[in-house]
């Protein structure tokens, strides 16, 4: 059967999928103060997903990644990843975290089929990291990372979002976590995805400045970046380990991005800078043939838009599409 590919030519290889919108950090980068959470009855169930995921690999889609919100907040969420991990031609399953329910999951989803654990870390000061995340526990979430650990995750990652003037002294203390190889911490630039519509350009440490910052304690070398990936990879020298770079504002790797993304409520988000949704739920509920249903998928996809310059020039400006907590990143 014929692949996902957009007006572009580019071939969706992998699906993120928001199993929910809630989360219990209130992160100044993602969150507003207030949300207004989704009504349960339009978020996907278990077996929703399943069968679009089940579509998704049969066209194409190789690798999905959960997200939230918080994932770990959706009840019986090893559920959903034992039916996943069960699907043909799946390479690889894997979750973002912001890991304060991780220590007690961590074994439990691993048996499920999990393969890969990302856990969201913006600080290792213990008080910065509460204020940054309105109030999460710092030795939770490291805990969770530990746990991680212990229970084999391999890929095992750590995301941290700088900004400037908040915690940007602390990159090469972050970096130091990768040196010896059991984790890979990646460096994202701030994205105009906020609730509290902080996001601006002065806010906003380039991956230029990311690399400088650490080579000001490390020696990194350059590594080649797979097709599709978001991140580019540095090595350390004299460690075993890795860092990564995302620079979705500065040098976003558009050209040839393999990602779709399915929200909690059943839109496919062909761009995370896009304001464009899919509404693929009534489909789903009013019983719609596979067909009818891998037919809108492929429209979907082929409406992805081309990338972050062309966006900025059609909306003129970036701020606020929507809440990072709404889609998962």
Request: net charge neutral.
């Amino acid at each position: 059967m014929p692949v996902l590919t957009d007006s572009f030519g580019r071939v969706a290889r992998k699906l993120r999928v928001s199993v929910t919108d809630r989360c219990n950090f209130r992160c100044q980068f993602c969150m507003p103060t207030h949300p207004v959470w989704l009504p349960h009855s339009e978020i996907l169930t278990f077996e929703e997903i399943h069968r679009v995921a089940s579509l998704f690999l049969g066209v194409g889609v190789e690798n999905i990644r959960l997200s939230g919100g918080e994932p770990l907040m959706r009840r019986d969420i090893e559920q959903l990843v034992e039916l996943l991990a069960g699907i043909p031609n799946l390479h690889g399953l894997s979750m973002t975290t912001n890991g304060f329910l991780l220590a007690e999951k961590a074994s439990i989803l691993k048996r499920a089929g999990l393969k890969g654990i990302t856990v969201s870390l913006h600080s290792l000061k213990p008080e910065r990291f509460t204020q940054i995340t309105g109030g999460g526990p710092f030795e939770k979430v490291i805990e969770g990372i530990k746990a991680a650990k212990a229970s084999g995750f391999r890929p095992l990652k750590i995301n941290a979002v700088i900004i400037r003037g908040c915690n940007d002294d602390e990159v090469a203390d972050l970096a130091s976590l990768a040196v010896e190889g059991d984790v890979t911490v990646r460096f994202i630039e701030y994205m105009p995805f906020d609730g509290e519509r902080h996001w601006g350009m002065d806010k906003v440490v380039s991956g230029k400045e990311i690399v400088e910052m650490i080579r000001e304690k490390f020696e990194l070398v350059s590594a080649p970046r797979p097709a599709g990936s978001t991140a580019q990879l540095y090595d350390f020298e004299d460690g075993k380990g890795q860092v990564g770079i995302i620079t979705s504002i500065t040098q976003p790797f558009c050209s040839d991005c393999d990602r779709i993304r399915l929200s909690a409520d059943g839109k496919i988000v062909p761009c995370l800078f896009d304001k464009a949704g899919f509404d693929l739920r009534p489909l789903l509920r009013t019983g719609a043939s596979d067909e009818m249903i891998l037919n809108f998928m492929r429209e979907a996809v082929r409406q992805k838009a081309p990338g972050v310059e062309t966006l900025l020039k059609k909306y003129q400006q970036l701020e606020h599409i929507r809440p990072m907590h709404t889609i998962g990143g």
